[in-house]
């Protein structure tokens, strides 16, 4: 085999590259593999920009070098000539060299093994890794996202999505997240939290495909369900069962609350008040003393027993078929609005209001889960890096993870 066969193979370079010859440079601290490399003679002539064919122009400025993916010890450098075609649209440009991205000075595989690195990490750790700068990784997450956006629609083919807004940075910045709960994939990203927004994301999404969108999940936000209402009419809108019982649990601790400031200075308010997360967790993962204590409440604070049963028979409506869920929420709002407890009152108003988006979420099955779990990822990713001054360099690496349009390593099959 010759050796620049083993070297092609090594080097994870492609048959239209040819080596011309190689050299070890062990001037510095790491030796420094330099192969020169060309495409083939009868590879015909392409724009870096557009990719259209165009008669051969000039040789450009010279032999160029691109960083590579180390071997072994050694960094790698490729050198090869950068010559220019005569592109109709786009005038003189570098013509496409199968080995690296336009205008960049980093191969392809390189920029992929990098860009890996700092969606699982961060872009610090990555620059550090591989002895590039941080602007230089940055400039990588970039262009590999733009590169993948025009390969792919993300928004082609959606029938439902999870709409949620997720913290960016300190001072109520805040990003709106719209993801494919069938992939869980983030689908869009922008900056802010308003009517404006969410409009933003139907103006991408067209009218067209807007009508094909069967469900929406959110929490209660207003500004996206008045919003989704109008931009997409056929959708059912799906309040998330999650926002649903924050609401009902804090009804409940309001009631305790308001009764151990009742009884300060008594006996029975230490009791009260440490009975605060066994009201608050699910029967089911109480401790046999816990519900022994909540089922004495029923004789002891008849008032806080009533709030208890209250928040466990709005979950298990959740829980019920559509048919049977509608009659039991006409109780349930029956015997809240007429509780004595002035937060279940209220929530019984709150829960009249949303009351379509409460059975669609019971008929359909669909939550918010979704959003909340990539939220948490985001969330990941905002503190390895420690946070992101450039909103769209946040956004930037969420539709790397989140979105699914990081690259995989080189030599992944």
């Known amino acids: 085999m010759r050796v620049s066969t083993v070297l092609r193979m090594l080097l994870g370079l492609c048959r239209a590259t040819v080596i011309t010859g190689w050299v070890l440079d062990r001037s510095g ?50 050198e090869g000539p950068a010559p220019r075609v005569n592109c109709s649209r786009c005038g003189p440009t570098v013509a496409v060299v199968p080995w690296a991205r336009h205008d960049t000075v980093f191969t392809r595989a390189f920029e992929d093994v990098v860009v890996h690195d700092a969606v699982r990490s961060n872009k610090a750790s990555a ?32 029938i439902a999505v999870a709409i949620d807004e997720v913290k960016s940075k300190k001072g109520q910045r805040y990003l709106t997240v719209v993801s494919d709960p069938f992939t869980g994939r983030v689908v869009w990203v922008t900056e802010g939290r308003s009517k404006a927004t969410v409009g933003a994301f139907f103006d991408a999404l067209g009218s067209q495909r807007a009508a094909e969108l069967e469900i929406v999940t959110t929490d209660g ?40 400031r009742r009884l300060k200075g008594k006996t029975a308010a230490k009791a009260i008040k440490g009975l605060r997360w066994p009201l608050l967790r699910n029967w089911a993962n109480l401790t046999i003393a816990q519900r022994d204590t909540i089922r004495e409440l029923e004789t002891t604070n008849r008032r806080l027993f009533r709030g208890w049963l209250l928040k466990e028979e709005l979950a298990d409506i959740f829980r019920m078929p559509i048919r049977q869920a509608r009659r039991a929420l006409d109780d349930w709002l029956h015997y809240a609005s007429r509780s004595r407890l002035e937060p279940f009152v209220r929530l019984a108003r709150t829960i009249r209001h949303y009351r ?5 979420t019971i008929e359909w099955g669909f939550t918010n889960g979704i959003a909340e779990a990539n939220n948490s990822v985001i969330g990941r990713i905002r503190r390895n890096a420690n946070g992101f001054h450039n909103p769209a360099a946040f956004i930037t690496m969420i539709m790397l993870d989140r979105g699914g349009l990081g690259p995989d390593l080189p030599w992944t099959p």
Request: hydrophobic content about 40%.
């Open 29 to 78: 601290h790491r030796p420094t593999l330099v192969a020169w490399v060309r495409c083939r003679a009868d590879a015909p002539g392409r724009c870096g920009r557009c990719g259209r064919r165009g008669p051969g122009y000039d040789q450009g400025d010279g032999a160029r070098r691109w960083r590579h993916v180390d071997v072994g010890f050694a960094r790698c450098v490729l």
């Open 127 to 158: 620059a550090r890794r591989h002895g590039v700068t941080w602007r230089a990784v940055d400039g990588m997450c970039t262009r590999l996202l733009a590169e993948a956006m025009d390969r792919v629609d993300l928004l082609e083919g959606l």
């Open 221 to 260: 936000a207003e500004w996206i369900r008045t919003v989704v209402a109008t931009r997409a009419p056929n959708a059912e809108i799906c309040l998330d069962t999650f926002h649903a019982m924050t609401w009902a649990t804090k009804a409940l601790d309001e009631v305790r609350r308001d009764l151990w």
């Open 356 to 360: 379509d988006s409460i059975e669609a």
